[in-house]
C-alpha cells in the first residue's frame, strides 16, 4: 500500500486576504465547460519540471491552447515553437501580483511550476488565480507551503474555483495513487499533465484540495489519471531489468535473450 507523505500538522489557518474576486468572463466560463479548446498556462514553463508538463500535455491534448510562461525570453520562445502553432510564450514575473491578474484574465488554467516553494512565505499565484477565477494546479513539495495553500480552501470555494496542491510525482501522484514510479523530469510532466486534465475535465470541485482527498478528485478519474501519468514513467518490477519488462524479450536458451 502506498505511504501518504501529510507529515505535519497543518499551519493555522492562514491570514486569508480578502478577496478581490474579478468576475470571470463568459468566455473563460464557456471555455472551462469544455476542455476542447482549453487555454492552460504554465508558469516556469521555461524550467525543467513546467517544461516537461507542458510537453505531456501538448502530447496527451494536442488541442490544447499552452502558454508557456517566465522571465526568460529565449528559453520561452524556444520551447513554445517546438510545441507547435497552440503554443506561445508570456513573458511573467510571478512576484509582480498586477502582472500575473492580467495574464490569468484569459487562461482556465494555471500550472504553478514557478519553484522553489521552499521558504516562500505567499501564495501569490494561488491568490492571483482565485481573484481571476482560474483553476489552478502547483508542484509543491515543501509541506508548509502546501498548507498555506489550503488555508485558502474556503475562499477558493465561494469564488467556485478547483485548485490542487502538490500535484506533481510526489506527493501528488505518489500520495494519491497506488504505482511504483522512477522519479524523472519525464514523469513529472505527465503526472502534473495528468492533473491538469482532471481539472479541466470536471473531476475536481471548487476548494483547495490535496490529491489524496476524495472529494478533490473523484475516485472514479483516478484510474485514467494514474493512465496518463504512467505514459511517462517506467514500471518497476522485482528482479527484472527494465529492458525485460519494456520490450518482451525471447529467451534463445541458457539465459542468453533477442
Ligand atoms: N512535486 C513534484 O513532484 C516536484 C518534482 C520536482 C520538482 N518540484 C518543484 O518544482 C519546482 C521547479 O523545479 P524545476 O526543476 O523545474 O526548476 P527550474 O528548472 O529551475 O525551473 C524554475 C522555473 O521557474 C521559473 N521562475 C522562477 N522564478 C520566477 C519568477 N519570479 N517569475 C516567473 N518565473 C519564475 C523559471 O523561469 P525563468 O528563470 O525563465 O523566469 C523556470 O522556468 C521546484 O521548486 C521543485 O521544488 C516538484
Not at 505518489?174 to 514523469?187: D, I, R, V
Amino acid at each position: 500500500m502506498a505511504t501518504v507523505v501529510r507529515a505535519c500538522m497543518p499551519l493555522p489557518p492562514a491570514a486569508v486576504a480578502s478577496s478581490s474576486a474579478a468576475p470571470s468572463t463568459d468566455a473563460q466560463a464557456q471555455r472551462r465547460s469544455s476542455s476542447s479548446s482549453a487555454r492552460v498556462l504554465v508558469l516556469g514553463g521555461t524550467g525543467r519540471v513546467g517544461g516537461s508538463t507542458a510537453t505531456a500535455l501538448s502530447k496527451l491534448r494536442p488541442d490544447l491552447n499552452i502558454l508557456i510562461a517566465g522571465r526568460n525570453l529565449e528559453k520561452g520562445e524556444s520551447l513554445a515553437s517546438k510545441l507547435g502553432d497552440e503554443s506561445e510564450f508570456v513573458q511573467v514575473d510571478i512576484r509582480d501580483r498586477n502582472m500575473l491578474e492580467e495574464v490569468l484574465q484569459d487562461v482556465d488554467l494555471v500550472v504553478h511550476a514557478a519553484g522553489p516553494f521552499q521558504r516562500e512565505n505567499e501564495c501569490t499565484v494561488l491568490q492571483a488565480a482565485i481573484a481571476t477565477k482560474t483553476a489552478y494546479i502547483d508542484v509543491c513539495d515543501d509541506t508548509d507551503y502546501s498548507w498555506r495553500a489550503k488555508g485558502f480552501h474556503e475562499q477558493a470555494k465561494d469564488c467556485g474555483i478547483p485548485a490542487i496542491t502538490t500535484a506533481g510525482i510526489y506527493p501528488g501522484v505518489s500520495n494519491g495513487l497506488t504505482s511504483h514510479f522512477y522519479q524523472t523530469y519525464q514523469s513529472v510532466g505527465y503526472a502534473t499533465a495528468a492533473f491538469v486534465l482532471a481539472v479541466l475535465e470536471g473531476s475536481t470541485q471548487p476548494g483547495v484540495w490535496f490529491p489524496e482527498e476524495a472529494e478533490g478528485l473523484a475516485i472514479e478519474s483516478r484510474k485514467v489519471l494514474l493512465e496518463r501519468a504512467s505514459q511517462g514513467t517506467t514500471i518497476f518490477v522485482m528482479n527484472k531489468p527494465s529492458w525485460m519488462i519494456e520490450t518482451d524479450p525471447k529467451e534463445v536458451g541458457l539465459g542468453i535473450y533477442v
